[in-house]
């Protein structure tokens, strides 16, 4: 029972997870937008902000999925309370799956078409993207972790669930093996992730003599 109820919360742990600066500022809408999406395709999202108009809608969407703010609405999501809420937002080797998934996200983008005026301009612009409607994160190798963990340690976990909660149990379980569910993420990521062509349009305004992107579509 406690094993099943365990196996379930952790499998809901990785299924949440699915949800450098330069010599001066581009001069160009062109260079504008070429630094944006080298730093999106790096899943640097707060470089990437640097290029929106604070004002703008794309700011706007960007500033909610950096990597520290996802990290942090998941740790949220995890528990009401504040101390395990801190373990999550603060552990390594959760970071470190959050940050694998992100330069994951993106591989390459390429400028299709653009039109482009005195003070405006909006790109056309073609990303190979994570394609999450077909990827899923094998769950295979992370329960064969758990498997082989639980039965070494059933008593131990057990008594911590009664005693302490799962959220106990799962703090210990991911000091414990953290580092080998990474691995094994990091690792299906690699060899089963797809992708496909997304097309985005860029629009673009100068604003005190920079340019800045202001919303995009699909």
């Known amino acids: 029972m406690h094993k099943n ?20 500022y581009p001069s160009s809408a062109r260079n504008v937008i070429n630094a944006f999406f080298r730093a ?6 707060e470089e990437a902000l640097k290029y929106c108009d604070k004002d703008g809608e794309a700011y706007s969407k960007l500033s909610q999925i950096t990597e520290d703010q996802l990290i942090h609405d ?5 528990s009401d309370d504040e101390e395990i809420q801190d373990f999550f937002e603060n552990n390594k080797n959760i970071r470190k799956l959050f940050h694998e998934y992100y330069t994951a996200m993106f591989k390459n983008y390429q400028i299709v078409d653009y039109e482009e005026e005195k003070e405006s301009a909006t790109y056309e612009v073609s990303i190979s993207r994570l394609d999450e409607n077909t990827f899923v994160v094998p769950h295979s190798a992370v329960l064969s972790i758990f498997n082989d963990y639980y039965e070494r340690n059933s008593k131990q976990i057990d008594k911590i669930i009664e005693e302490d909660g799962e959220d106990a149990a799962i703090q210990k379980y991911i000091k414990d093996k953290g580092k080998d569910i990474v ?9 089963y992730a797809t992708y496909s062509n997304k097309t985005y349009y860029v629009e673009l305004e100068k604003i005190n003599k920079k340019w800045k992107i202001i919303r995009w579509s699909d």
Do not use: H, Q, R, W
């Open 5 to 24: 109820k365990f196996i379930l919360t952790l499998l809901l742990v990785i299924s949440l997870l699915m949800v450098g600066c330069g010599s001066g």
């Open 74 to 78: 998941f740790a949220i999501s995890m």
């Open 183 to 191: 691995n094994a993420y990091i690792k299906d990521l690699k060899e």
């Open 40 to 45: 999106y395709s790096d899943g640097n999202i």
